[in-house]
């Protein structure tokens, strides 16, 4: 399993680092001069200030030696300096951080409440009127942009039932009542891709699984079709789940970075949004990175997970 685990990283870390050069070429092609955006509101600047700047942030440099420059921080664990308020990026990161994960845990937790139970529904009714209306359902959960449905929400609360959500964020330590309140809506409309994954994926494992000898064996016991579905189905139908929650984990953390600026969401996403808007390279860079490396980890968490979750599993990895 270890070995398992060793080559999964390396394939991550070989992935991630093409990512980095992908990211750190793709940036500087972004329409529009960092040095300029970052001077506009200054007045009379010379062109001898731009130049001066220019030099200051490296700029003026060849692109591969500011390649060179990023790699030889990066091998450091130094993600650079803004180019913006000149804070290195690692701490900025940690203070979006935690908006970020909170909001990713809630959309998380959100799609795991209702796409478990509304999966094994659709597949104890399936082909009935109930089954039908579930898979329709997630089928709109998978094809509307979260962006869209978080609009369709704001319209809908605010013209029918006449409420809007909190326009100022407060952190979780400072008032969770009106923070959960604040959550409420950027996570539903972030956890509906996975609420509905997650029903489409558990409906056709459940039903795989009813199908099989061993379901029939016990069933021709005598046993109710409660404890057929729950203890003996449903726990062996739930493990393909957690491969849809490991996919879902990149599909979340793009997701926020619309929906922080829709929701005045101090986290990454709007610090990537505002990082994009200002050519602030080093932070771009630094929360593509960042990103990358959350998603490998949890991947990799999630196949080591499946070990523990069947045997069988780790007995093949172990062999290979």
């Known amino acids: 399993m270890l070995l398992y685990a060793g080559r999964r990283l390396t394939y991550g870390l070989l992935v991630l680092a093409l990512v980095a ?34 030099a200051e942030l490296g700029l003026d440099k060849p692109i591969l030696t500011q390649f060179g420059h990023f790699v030889g921080g990066l091998v450091q664990g130094d993600l650079g300096t803004s180019f913006d308020d000149e804070r290195p990026v690692t701490t900025k990161i940690l203070e979006r951080l935690p908006a970020t994960l909170e909001l990713g845990l809630l959309a998380i937790l959100f799609g795991a409440l209702l796409g478990v139970p509304f999966g094994m529904l659709s597949a104890i009714r399936h082909h009935s009127v109930v089954d039908n209306v579930m898979r329709f359902l997630a089928v709109i959960g998978m094809s509307l942009p979260n962006f869209f449905l978080a609009l369709l929400l704001i319209t809908f609360l605010a013209i029918w039932l006449g409420w809007s959500p909190p326009l100022v964020y407060q952190s979780p330590t400072e008032n ?26 558990l409906r056709s494992s459940l039903l795989e699984v009813l199908g099989s000898n061993f379901i029939r064996t016990i069933r021709s016991r005598g ?19 957690f491969t849809v929650l490991g996919l879902q984990v990149g599909h979340i953390l793009g997701g926020t970075v619309i929906l922080e600026r829709i929701f005045a969401i101090p986290g990454m996403g709007s610090l990537i949004f505002e990082a994009v808007g200002q050519r602030d390279y080093p932070v771009i860079l630094g929360c593509v990175i960042f990103y990358g490396a959350i998603v ?7 196949d080591l997970l499946y070990a523990v979750i069947d045997p069988r599993i ?6 290979a």
Do not use: C, W
């Open 21 to 54: 050069v992908l990211v750190f070429l793709i940036v500087r092609l972004i329409p529009g001069d960092a040095v300029r955006l970052q001077l506009a509101d200054a007045p009379g600047v010379t062109q001898a200030q731009i130049d001066q700047r220019t």
């Open 176 to 201: 969770l009542g009106q923070n959960l309140v604040h959550m409420m809506l950027p996570a539903i409309a972030l956890g509906a891709a996975t609420m509905a994954s997650i029903a489409r994926m």
């Open 314 to 319: 780790r007995y093949e990895g172990a062999s």
């Open 223 to 241: 046993a109710s079709e409660g404890v057929v579905v729950l203890k003996h189905a449903g726990r062996n139908s739930l493990i393909p789940v």
């Open 296 to 302: 490998i980890l949890v991947n990799v968490a999630v």
